[in-house]
């Protein structure tokens, strides 16, 4: 079954908050620089923006979030209890939906992630030392472009 998307609402910050803090947390190789009450108010302004779709099965909790502005992915994160189950394909191919191009970066040592990314068609655009994000560790920027529509030969 496919996960109802919605844009967020400020009631969501709270459980996408959550789901930034475990995503650290299940991560030995990053750092802890935030509190959870930081991780809402993070969430909470991505939402206040207009950047979040949140993924949700039919009177769930939110189970997954992507915040977006314009082709810049800030963000994508699954509740662990919902990881595997689709959600984070079904928010990356409705980003694409909206936008023809779409840039983001992830840690080098998340290699799950980099996987996902690269199934889901990106390409690696970039590398860094980590002298650039706030936990001083190597990224990569990755890149997907819708393909053009092939040209119709005009009628004759």
């Given at each position: 079954m496919s996960p109802r998307l919605r844009p967020a609402t400020p009631t969501d910050a709270g459980r996408l908050g959550a789901m930034i803090g475990a995503?650290?947390?299940?991560?030995?190789w990053k750092p802890r620089l935030h509190s959870g009450a930081e991780d809402i108010a993070?969430?909470?302004?991505?939402?206040?923006?207009?950047?979040?779709?949140?993924?949700?099965?039919?009177?769930?909790?939110?189970l997954g979030f992507?915040?977006?502005?314009?082709?810049y992915v800030?963000?994508?994160?699954?509740?662990?209890?919902?990881?595997?189950?689709?959600?984070?394909?079904?928010?990356?191919?409705?980003?694409?939906?909206?936008?023809?191009l779409l840039?983001?970066?992830t840690f080098a040592?998340?290699?799950g992630a980099q996987r996902f990314y690269e199934r889901a068609g990106f390409a690696v655009i970039e590398r860094g030392d980590g002298s650039r994000n706030d936990e001083g560790l190597p990224d990569i920027r990755y890149r997907w472009q819708a393909k053009a529509a092939a040209p119709?030969?005009?009628?004759?």
């Open positions: 995503a650290v947390a299940s991560r030995p993070h969430a909470g302004q991505m939402i206040e923006r207009g950047w979040v779709t949140v993924a949700e099965a039919p009177g769930s909790a939110p992507l915040a977006r502005d314009g082709a800030h963000a994508l994160f699954v509740a662990p209890e919902a990881q595997g189950a689709g959600i984070g394909r079904a928010l990356i191919e409705h980003a694409k939906a909206q936008s023809p840039d983001l970066w040592a998340n290699e119709q030969e005009s009628a004759r």
